[in-house]
């Protein structure tokens, strides 16, 4: 098809004639003020529209972009451990959890009631990157050496305080010192989850003991111990995540873990590992 384009735009006329090129007929004008009459290339009408038309209209306003959902797959053939964090959360929680956000990496924070308050956002973003919100009772008792009352006190308690900030409540607990009485087998309704590599780290306070504590002795299966209320954890943890990742280590939660190991975990039973 034949094209007449009525040019008087300097700034467009170069482009005029390049586009114009191979289906050159002649020019009327000055190069200044072109006018151009050719065989119109095969292009789209489209392509073709914005050289005779005024600068372009401002773009609309980008729509907002939507957040891929985080989705992490776990395969059970391959190893896996749970690092979990007790007694927190504490000052350096929040670097922590950059650390397992970045490496897309999982853990299990057993916390306890009375320091929930302090960091609601922490505990938020724990749940929205894929980690375990759990219990260590609301202040840390020997939870052994209590009563039926007792024992529910503390839990309730704790559970009260997950749900103001997260809307539930915890599905696993951790009791203080590890110490596990009839009492609470029968009382505490939750599974009561141990560890099998006790890194020592509130008695080190050493980064290094810690990590190399958990690189000689890590295996499938294993649950992890540390404290992430102490700056040197916290120091560990991040040196350690992408330490085990490398080893082939996926990182995982507690739960995740059972589930993967087709473990369902009861209520009053307690597990070391798996
Ligand atoms: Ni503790």
Redesign the pocket.
């Known amino acids: 098809a034949l094209m007449k384009l009525g040019m008087d735009r300097d700034d467009v006329s170069v482009e005029v004639l390049e586009r114009a090129k191979s289906g050159f007929l002649g020019i009327g004008s000055s190069p200044a003020k072109v006018k151009v009459t050719y065989e119109a290339p095969d292009e789209p009408e489209e392509a073709r529209v914005p050289i005779v038309e005024e600068a372009p209209a401002a773009e609309e306003p980008a729509e907002p972009v939507e957040e891929e959902p985080y989705v992490r797959v776990i395969d059970p053939a391959a190893p896996m451990v749970a690092l979990t964090f ?2 927190g959360p504490g000052k350096r929680t929040g670097e922590l959890l950059d650390a397992l956000e970045e490496h897309r990496a999982h853990a299990t924070f057993f916390m306890l009631g009375k320091s929930m308050g302090a960091y609601p956002n922490e505990i938020k973003r724990m749940k929205k990157i894929g980690c375990e919100t759990a219990s ?1 009772s609301y202040d ?1 008792p020997n939870l052994s050496k209590m009563d039926e009352t007792g024992i529910r006190d503390q839990v309730d308690r704790t559970d009260q305080k997950l749900s103001e900030i997260i809307g539930e409540g915890a599905s696993l607990i951790r009791p ?2 590890g110490a596990i009485s009839d009492t609470m087998k029968a009382s505490v309704g939750m599974p009561m989850i141990l560890w099998n590599i006790d890194t020592l780290d509130w008695k080190t306070r050493n980064a290094e003991a810690t990590v190399n504590t958990v690189m000689e002795s890590v295996k499938d299966g294993d649950i992890i111990l540390m ?1 992430d209320i102490h700056t040197e954890s916290v120091d560990a943890a991040v040196e350690l995540i992408p330490k085990l990742i490398d080893a082939g280590f996926q990182l995982v939660t507690v739960s995740e873990m059972a589930a993967a190991k087709g473990i369902v975990l009861e209520n009053g039973k307690s597990y070391t590992d798996f």
């Open positions: 007790d007694d260590h840390h203080p010192y404290h």
